[in-house]
């Protein structure tokens, strides 16, 4: 009987992962999509997605600070947390954003799903942790498998005059954001995870929302009904409901299964990208797929530490 009950448990677990992995999977396809059927830039649609996430952030804020075990945040931490929140989720989100306007939706996840090696190179440079020698190997799979997949997409998108600046902006995002995850993995055993993000969500938030402003003249944007609509689904269907369904996930199957199960996002917006953008299919993009979910498996799995989502 509590075989089953074990069973049950970890089936439950691999649904919410899966699905909120494919759910996230989903952000690069929506924003494309977007960018094809409005007149939007990637800044107005970033500030759209912080703008629906908002009320999320504030009540996980809320809730977090007022846990009776809550320890009080030191001067030092809050900024901490405040220039993490800004690397993370608004610096990275923003290359993001403006990279998907010059690349396709397949090779923008490929770059991004580096992070896990920036975050090891990181470590090593930065606080002198040992890399072993699965995490070599690990590093020359994911740098092999993007070279080839690199090759691939430049021999297919040869009239794209922006594909090295939108590759770039990619790489940045990627490099960003594996700074903010080695920072959260410093402050997240002082602070909690909870009060952590909430706080380094709304940092973020507040950076995008000022770069918006003094950016855009907000008289001559015209934001109708499907730009508030592509807003939503990012803030909601591929932000909000995808975390929680992987910390749900987590808590059900583990860090390491977790990993595992994640790796298939890649793939997912690949696939979404063929059948939804009419992106082109091709064998270096597959074999640049396989060695990049290698190398991240070996880098996350192996160590025990989830993929957060981007």
Known sequence: MEQEKVLKVTLLGFILTFAGSILFSTKAIAVKLAFRHTEMNGLTLLALRMFFSLPFYIVAAYIASNKKDAAPIT??????????GLFGYYLSSLFDFLGLQYISAGLERLILFLYPSFAVLINALIFKQHITQIQ???LLLTYAGIAWAFWGELRVDVNNPNFLWGSILIF??????AVYLVGSGKLIPQVGASRFTAYAMLAATVGIFLHFLL???????????SHIWYGIYLALVATVLPTFMIAAGMKQIGSN?????????PVSTILQAHFILDEPLFWAQWGGTALVVAGVLLTAGKSGKNLHQK
Do not use: P, R, Y
């Open 75 to 84: 001067s030092k931490q809050w900024t901490s947390i405040i220039i993490l």
């Open 136 to 138: 070599k190997i690990a």
């Open 215 to 225: 950016s855009e003249k907000i008289s001559a944007i015209d934001i109708s009904g």
């Open 257 to 265: 299964n977790v990993a595992i199960i994640s790796s298939i996002g």
């Open 172 to 177: 940045l995002c990627s490099v960003t954001f």
